[in-house]
């Protein structure tokens, strides 16, 4: 079984088209999504049209949260909050509705989804340390988060507690029996590490299993120009192609 894993699509609908293209070539048996599908960028119901018809389970992030609770944003940065503003007032109602549906962590065969973390849905995983706190908790062998738009695979010893960081950006990890593993797919409508491409992960179960991590190319400049055409701000469409 090939699991494709999507996470941070923030609405740009240019990059997950590059990334279903992508899936399409790479044999893969399902999609799974850990949140943020809108904010930022400006094609909030293609995407979300999109996702209704394709993923096999999704969960929501904080920004499809803060979507439908105002108070939820009252933490955001102002850019972030106009962002979702503007797309609370464009959404229809049948994608404003299949985020209703949406929940915090769902569980999946032998892989759990969270958006931050299994501790908190607005935690960042950014180190090693940080990892273990979830999957040492974690009922799963693969634990699948979003939200830091940086793509990485941890392993986790449960015997010894020891964890590292064994996969950053691209590439593939032969995974190996005994260790449980976190896996964060990067975004795929706006990375932060300072690579513009579009994040795409695949959890391939057969044997011993494997992690693939892929970076793809799109047409950032539609996205860009869509943001400033509906009066966002030019921020949001610059840091597209800084990757930040
Ligand atoms: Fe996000």
């Not at 229809?92 to 509705?97: D, L, R």
Request: proline share 4%.
């Amino acid at each position: 079984m090939r699991t494709a894993i999507i996470s941070d699509i923030h609405s740009n609908v240019a990059a997950l088209q590059s990334v279903l293209a992508k899936i399409d070539t790479l044999d893969c048996d399902r999609v799974i999504c850990a949140g943020d599908l809108v904010g930022y960028a400006a094609h909030p119901n293609e995407v979300l049209d999109m996702l209704r018809e394709l993923l096999t389970i999704g969960i929501r992030g904080n920004h499809d949260i803060a979507l439908l609770d105002p108070i939820e944003s009252e933490t955001f940065n102002e850019f972030a909050r106009e962002a979702l503003f503007w797309t609370r007032s464009v959404l229809t109602k049948e994608n404003s509705n299949y985020i209703r549906t949406l929940r915090d962590q769902e569980q999946i065969d032998d892989i759990i989804i969270a958006h931050g973390s299994l501790l908190d849905p607005d935690e960042y995983i950014y180190s090693p340390f940080q990892a273990a706190r979830s999957l040492e908790i974690a009922p799963c062998r693969i634990t699948v988060v979003g939200h830091t738009h940086y793509p990485e695979v941890y392993r986790f010893e449960p015997d010894t507690g020891l964890c590292r960081d064994i996969l950053v950006s691209e590439g593939e990890v032969d995974l190996e029996e005994g260790y449980r593993y976190l896996l964060n797919a990067g975004s795929v409508g706006q990375p932060r590490d300072g690579d513009w491409r579009a994040g795409l992960a695949i959890y391939d179960n057969e044997g011993s299993g494997k992690i693939e991590l892929h970076r793809l190319d799109y047409d950032v400049h539609m996205t860009m120009d869509r943001i400033i055409e509906v009066g966002l701000p030019s921020m949001l469409s610059e840091r597209l192609l800084e990757g930040r």
